[in-house]
């Protein structure tokens, strides 16, 4: 997750992903503990290193289900092609790191693992939540597309007659899970409904 607004699409994400009982590799940039903070009712704790126990217990994951790595911890698996986890999202991904993947950047983790999926040629997902775009990121949403990597805007479509917020945000998540073979019921396939 890093710092683009719209946090409660990572949080549901993650707790979709722990309750279909897939091992998830968390990195959290530092804006995103902050936009976390800011914009949902979910505290996390100051530590850091308290911060993984917190969101197992939050989400119920089982013990060794979540593991949270921090942006330099350059020994993770997922900053090496030979550990690397078959699929990566980045949600919400704010338009610096569109830009920092799509030029090979790898200042921290989350660029690193990044670039590690399009070398690897295993799926990356990119989740924006950016409004408007500029030139620059529709660039970059080019290019990464035509390097292979999915890039799925944080636009929820109303087809299904949203009542909530939530409702918005588990369309976007459904259609992430979907792209990742990961059964769910948060939307009913089209025609269904």
């Not at 279909?20 to 903070?37: E, G, Q």
């Not at 942006?71 to 092609?81: M, Q």
């Not at 799509?102 to 997902?125: T, Y």
């Not at 775009?133 to 035509?146: A, Q």
Request: hydrophobic share 45%.
């Amino acid at each position: 997750m890093t710092g683009a607004s719209g946090a409660q699409y990572g949080l549901r994400l993650l707790q979709c992903l722990l309750a279909a009982r897939v091992r998830v590799w968390l990195l959290l940039s530092d804006a995103a503990r902050i936009v976390i903070n800011t914009e949902t009712d979910v505290a996390l704790p100051e530590e850091e290193g308290r911060i993984e126990t917190f969101l197992r217990e939050l989400y119920g994951a089982e013990e060794g289900q979540l593991a949270l790595f921090g942006k330099r911890d350059w020994f993770s698996p997922v900053a090496s092609g030979t550990g690397a986890a078959n699929s990566l999202v980045i949600c919400p991904a704010s338009g610096g790191t569109l830009s920092a993947v799509a030029c090979g950047a790898s200042n921290n983790l989350i660029e690193r693992a990044a670039d590690v999926a399009l070398k690897e040629r295993r799926q990356l997902i990119l989740v924006p939540r950016e409004a408007p775009y500029s030139e620059i990121h529709l660039e970059n949403m080019l290019k990464l597309t035509r390097m292979g990597a999915v890039v799925l805007p944080a636009s929820p479509g109303f087809y299904q007659k949203p009542q909530t917020v939530e409702d918005l945000v588990d369309f976007v998540v459904a259609r992430i899970l979907s792209q990742l073979n990961i059964e769910q019921s948060l939307l009913p396939p089209w025609g269904d409904g």
